[in-house]
């Protein structure tokens, strides 16, 4: 077991009663708790020896697409595909039809996810109204429905005396904003990262600065206006370094990244492949391995997925008109798994930032496995190698570039309250 929440790390016996953890032993306690159980019906014994038991990874960006675009996932696929990957929290983000600007939404996605939801779902609310970056949300009524953070995410807050008064309601109301960092003057309706490849692609570009001069924007706002800024989907080396700079004067900045910037460059796009034009777009591999190296560092403090389902016909278009995203969920933890088994990370380093450290941004009161709380954890092989087989994702999204990539590790239980998935597959 590694719980990074209660800073716990060895081999233990965990009991888990009526969706509630009863005990968390130590191994050489082992042999009078399977007598104390034998001897009662009812129970549930599951051998995990050679397994992994960490707490519930936490995906804080994740687009479930309900309301409005139910044709691409919604609360009841885009929870289970979480549970397969590990995940039994998500934030998701606003950019819904209706768009989660106002607490009818929030109520309606809470509700949903309670009858349907095989996770915790924890909704993001929309900085500003209809995601057009011109008028503040209600974002106090917003975080009383039960938004845990502020993003308008897919689209940035241009303006930035916008940019500035969400920071402060942010603030007053105890809940981050997650900024997507993107400059749509420089952009301009780019559609891969700027550079020879696009040249050679005949592609328009995307350039780093695009990126980067929002970050520092952000940053410069925050620390002005004393507000905590958590940098979305972090894609170059330059934002690195920024938020580097940032953290070492006491800016109240955190960032994540996802896995596809830290396993795959720009040339996963060569031959037109729209499964992998995503938002901010792929970039080099400098980039990446300065992205490697963040994560070390913890200079980037969270791993998200970007969860982005599409349907088969607004991928398989011309590059130019596709959408962009890649359904992360059930590829995410294994990619993840690459920078343990490749020794860059440990792996309790790699399950704090799909854990405890988004927990604490988000102040979502996650606390591990301990005894009194409510089952939250999974049961993970990490060494099980498995084919990534688009066809076999629960999520409705089956744009993934990993399709028929081998990968190591896999989720074999999941706990969740009163919740218990077997995951094993034949
Ligand atoms: O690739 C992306 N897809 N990036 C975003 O910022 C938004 C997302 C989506 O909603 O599809």
């Known amino acids: 077991m590694i719980d990074p929440y209660n800073n716990k790390e060895g081999v233990a016996d965990i009991v888990i009663n009526n969706g509630v953890i009863s005990q968390v032993i130590i191994k050489n306690k082992i042999k009078s708790l399977t007598r104390k159980f034998n001897s009662s019906n009812n129970i549930v014994e599951i051998d995990a020896k050679g397994f992994h038991v960490f707490p519930g990874l936490i995906d804080m960006h994740t687009h479930l697409r309900e309301p409005g675009y139910e044709y691409k996932e919604t609360i009841s696929t885009g929870t289970l595909a979480a549970i397969k990957g590990g995940f039994t929290s998500v934030c998701c983000m606003a950019n819904t039809n209706p ?34 970056g011109e008028e503040l949300s209600e974002m106090v009524m917003l975080r009383e429905a039960g938004c845990v953070a502020f993003s308008d995410d897919g689209m940035p ?15 007053a109301v105890g809940a981050p904003i997650i900024s997507h960092c993107e400059d749509l003057c420089l952009s301009e309706n780019g559609v891969m990262n700027e550079g020879k ?7 328009k570009g995307i ?8 970050v520092s924007r952000d940053v410069i706002l925050s620390r002005h206006f004393k507000a905590t800024i958590h940098i979305a989907h972090v894609s170059t080396k330059g934002s ?49 391995e300065a992205i490697i190296e963040a994560l070390k560092e913890g200079i980037i403090d969270v791993i998200a997925t970007d969860h982005a389902p599409h349907h088969i016909d607004e991928k398989k278009v011309p590059f130019n008109e596709a959408l962009n995203g890649i359904s992360g969920l059930e590829t995410a933890f294994a990619l993840s798994l690459r920078l343990v088994h490749e020794n860059i990370l440990t792996l309790k380093q790699l399950i704090e930032k799909l854990t405890v450290n988004p927990s604490k941004i988000l102040k979502i009161g996650k606390d591990g ?12 092989d990490i060494k099980k190698e498995w084919i990534v087989d688009k066809n ?12 028929g990539w081998k990968l190591k590790g896999k989720v074999i239980f999941a ?8 995951l094993r597959e034949e």
């Open 99 to 132: 768009v989660n600007d106002n607490p009818e939404v929030t109520y309606y996605i809470l509700a949903k996810a309670k009858e349907e939801g095989s996770c915790d779902v924890y909704p993001i609310g929309a900085i500003t109204k209809g995601l057009k």
């Open 369 to 380: 496995i301990r005894e009194g709380s409510e089952s939250d954890l999974i049961v993970v």
């Open 240 to 288: 690195v370094e920024i938020i580097k700079r940032a953290k070492e004067e006491g800016v109240s900045v955190t960032a994540e990244t996802c896995p596809h910037y830290f396993t795959l460059t720009e040339d996963a796009v060569s031959g037109y492949n729209t499964d992998a034009k995503v938002n901010p777009p792929l970039r080099t591999n400098e980039d990446k």
């Open 157 to 171: 807050v241009m303006n930035p005396l916008i940019m500035r008064r969400a920071l402060e309601y942010s603030k």
């Open 392 to 403: 076999k994702f629960v999520s409705l999204g089956k744009n993934t570039p990993f399709d």
């Open 197 to 203: 490849l696009s040249f050679y692609l005949g592609l």
């Open 207 to 214: 350039p780093k600065a695009s990126e980067e001069i929002m």
């Open 415 to 422: 706990f969740k309250g009163k919740k218990f998935f077997d």
